[in-house]
C-alpha cells in the first residue's frame, strides 16, 4: 500500500477499532461480546500456533523441567520433614525403636506398592461385647481418611475402615468373621474370597475347584472395582492346609494371614491407590530352605583284618 494520505486515515481508523474492542472485551468479562470471535480465532490458528510453538519446545520443556525439578524436591523434603516428625514423636525407647521398625517396614510396603498411606498408630481395640475384631486408630475425616479404605502395615493386610469420625477412624481386622476380601494366588492367578476366623486361620473359597494348590503358597488382594475397599496386591498370608477335593465347585484352603492381629500398633491407611496393580512384588521375599547337613562314614579297613583269598 502506497503511503497516501487516505492510507494514513485508514491506519488510524483500524488502531482506533482495535482499542476500542480491547476496551470492550476487557469491561465485557467472561460475557465479552467478542468471545466468540476469540474463540472462532483459536479454532483457526491454534494448529498454527502448536506448530510453530513445536519448534521452542526444548527451551520451555527445560525451564519446566527446573521448575518441576524444585516443586518434587519442595514435596520429597516436605514428606521427609513429616517423616522425621512422627519418628521424633514416637520417640527412642527401647519400645519406640520397635515401632520405628514397623514404621520403616510399612513405608517399604508402600514404596513397592506405589500406595499413598497416611500413617496412624492403634489407640483402642473392639468392645468385647460386641465378639468382633476392630481397632480404632488415631486419624480420621480431617485427616483425609474415609469409610471402606484399605488399612495396612509392614507385613500386609490389616483391614478395612468401617466408620470415620473427626479425628478417629474403626477398623473391622481381616480375621473377623464377617470381614470378605477378594485373593489370587501369586504366580498361579487363581481367585478366591478369603474370610476370617478369628484366632484361626483364614478360609478361602477358590473359585476354581481343580486348582493345583500346595501348603506354602501365597496369596495377596485382588483389588476391588474403584479400590475400594481393597487396593490390589496386599500381602495377605501363606497357605498352611488343603482341604482335598471332593468335586465341590469350589476348593477350600486355609491361610495363616502375615498381620499378627493381636500386635499392632503402627498402621497406614492407603489413601491413593497405586495407577498400576502391583501383582506379587509386594511379597517378601521367600524363605531359603535351611540344608540338612550330611554326615558321610568312610570305613578304613584294619591291618589286620584278612584280606579276601589270601590264605589264613
Do not use: C
Not at 486515515?9 to 472485551?25: E, G, N, W, Y
Not at 517423616?83 to 513397592?112: F, H, P, T, Y
Not at 485373593?183 to 478366591?192: H, V
Request: glycine share 10%.
Amino acid at each position: 500500500m502506497r503511503d497516501t494520505r487516505e492510507s494514513r486515515l485508514l491506519l488510524v481508523l483500524l488502531i482506533a477499532i482495535a482499542f476500542a474492542l480491547i476496551t470492550v472485551d476487557i469491561r465485557g468479562g467472561q460475557d465479552s461480546p467478542v468471545d466468540g470471535a476469540r474463540q472462532a480465532a483459536a479454532t483457526v490458528f491454534g494448529p498454527i500456533e502448536n506448530g510453530v510453538s513445536s519448534a521452542v519446545d526444548p527451551v520451555g520443556n527445560a525451564i519446566s523441567a527446573v521448575r518441576d525439578s524444585g516443586g518434587r524436591h519442595d514435596r520429597i523434603a516436605q514428606l521427609e520433614h513429616d517423616n522425621a516428625a512422627l519418628k521424633a514423636r514416637l520417640g527412642s525407647g527401647d519400645r519406640n525403636r520397635s515401632r520405628l521398625k514397623q514404621l520403616d517396614k510399612m513405608i517399604k510396603v508402600a514404596g513397592e506398592g506405589q500406595y499413598g498411606i497416611k500413617g496412624a498408630e492403634v489407640i483402642a481395640i473392639g468392645a468385647a461385647q460386641g465378639f468382633s475384631w476392630t481397632v480404632t486408630i488415631d486419624v480420621g475425616a480431617r485427616d483425609g481418611i474415609q469409610r471402606d479404605m484399605t488399612v495396612l502395615n509392614g507385613a500386609g493386610l490389616v483391614g478395612r475402615v468401617t466408620t470415620v469420625g473427626p479425628d478417629t477412624a474403626t477398623v473391622l481386622l481381616a480375621n473377623d468373621p464377617d470381614f470378605t476380601v477378594g485373593t489370587r494366588m501369586e504366580s498361579t492367578d487363581e481367585l478366591g474370597f478369603a474370610s476370617g476366623q478369628g484366632d484361626r486361620p483364614l478360609r478361602v473359597e477358590l473359585l476354581n475347584a481343580k486348582a493345583k494348590i500346595k501348603k506354602g503358597d501365597r496369596l495377596v488382594t485382588f483389588g476391588s472395582q474403584a479400590d475400594k475397599p481393597f487396593v490390589p496386591g496386599v500381602p495377605v498370608g501363606v497357605v498352611s492346609r488343603v482341604d482335598p477335593s471332593g468335586g465341590d465347585l469350589t476348593r477350600t484352603v486355609y491361610v495363616t494371614p502375615f498381620v499378627s492381629f493381636t500386635r499392632l500398633d503402627i498402621v497406614g491407611v492407603v489413601v491413593s491407590a497405586p495407577k498400576h496393580d502391583p501383582r506379587d512384588t509386594v511379597l517378601p521375599p521367600k524363605p531359603r530352605p535351611t540344608p540338612t547337613p550330611t554326615v558321610t562314614v568312610t570305613v578304613t579297613p584294619s591291618a589286620s583284618a584278612p584280606v579276601l583269598g589270601q590264605q589264613q
